[in-house]
Each structure stands twice: as C-alpha cells, then as structure tokens.
C-alpha cells in the first residue's frame, strides 16, 4: 500500500536560512510525488511535482525537490527562507494512472526574526 | 491554470440537520473527484471518490450513509453531510484531476470549513 512519511511534526528555522523538509514514501514502483503548501485556513497550493525525468525539480517560490529512489525520499528544500514561508507542508503521493492522492501528516514550519 | 471552487467557504448549521458542499471545475471537466476531510492540525483524509454517472467509491471508515456524494455532471460534485453532529466539524477539501494530459494534476478547492453546533 501506498504511504507518506513526514517525521517532523514541526520545524522552526530562522528568516533567511536554508530549509530542507524530509519526505519518504512507500510504493511499489516510482510513484507521482508532490509536495504542497498550505496556510492556515487555506487550501492547499501546489509547490512542485515529481513525475519522471530529472531527479531535482524545481517549483515556485523558489522550492526544489530531489527525486532519491534509493532512499524513498522527496526532500524538499529552499536556500533562503522568507518569513512568509511559514506555514503547512505536505508532501503526497499518487499513483499513475490512478489519480488518487495520499497525503503525509504534514510539516509546520516557524520561521522566526 | 485550472480552477475548482467550492462552495459555501463555510458554514455553521444545528446538530441534526444536513449540509450540502458543492465542488466545482471551473474551465475543465472533471470525471473523477476527490473529497477529504482534514481535522485541525492533521492531514488531509481520503473520503471518496466521485464518480461523475456512477456511484461513489469510499474510503474504508468512511458512512455511505453520512456522507453522501452525487456526481451529477462532468463540472459538478456535491457532498451531502446528513443528520450533521459536531463530530462532523472538520475543513472539508475537494480535487479534480486535469485528466486528458500527460501528467496527471490534482487541483484542489479552497476548502470548506463545517461547524456544527
């Protein structure tokens, strides 16, 4: 069965500084992978996606990903964190052809002055 | 890019009455639809799927009976919360695939946030 890992609950990381949020997956064979971003009381934007081709995938807002099979991994990372980056982060996991999405349990990030 | 609406953004009803949420795709037709259900600070659960012409696919735990879905044209997906209790509060989120391209898109609706008092 598919399934989504984010084992931080929440990460808190200063304004300015680089940001990485941890992703691992389960799935028998390469899966479709996103990660997305929501805000309180908001719906969810997407960031980037992950389908095939390049391992490091590059998103809005200046998010990147990196595609690792050998680690079941999506990690998703950005340089220089801004204050409004704080927020909710999922990383997901669909299935080709199949179109259904399985969330992880999400990473709140604080960013802090 | 594609857009699903939903409405209402919100609201609030009594204990025992039903809510009807509609789901929305705006510039593109949608078959298939998702809804989740997403309690404060968690993630957000698979509940159905919506099937347009066809009858709803649920998620194992999840009331036919409670939750009823209609899928009533290519555009349009309603969920129906029946007899609501405040168990049933929750932010309630649809999606639709952008099907007919290569690479299979969720685009997802702002959200509904149900409180039932």
Partial sequence: ?113 | GAVVSQHPSWVICKSGTSVKIECRSLDFQATTMFWYRQFPKQSLMLMATSNEGSKATYEQGVEKDKFLINHASLTLSTLTVTSAHPEDSSFYICSAPLAGVAEETQYFGPGTRLLVL
């Avoid at chain 1, 931080?8 to 949020?21: F, K, M």
């Avoid at chain 1, 980037?48 to 995938?57: I, P, Q, R």
């Fill in chain 1, 1 to 113: 069965a598919q399934s989504v890992t984010q084992p931080d609950i929440h990460i808190t990381v200063s304004e300015g500084a680089s940001l990485e949020l941890r992703c691992n997956y389960s799935y028998g064979a390469t899966p479709y992978l996103f990660w997305y971003v929501q805000s309180p009381g908001q719906g969810l934007q997407l960031l980037l996606k992950y389908f095939s081709g390049d391992t490091l995938v590059q998103g809005i807002k200046g998010f990147e990903a990196e595609f690792k099979r050998s680690q079941s991994s999506f990690n998703l990372r950005k340089p220089s964190v801004h204050w409004s980056d704080a927020a909710e982060y999922f990383c997901a996991v669909g299935a080709p052809g199949g179109f259904k999405t399985i969330f992880g349990a999400g990473t709140r990030l604080f960013v802090k002055a």
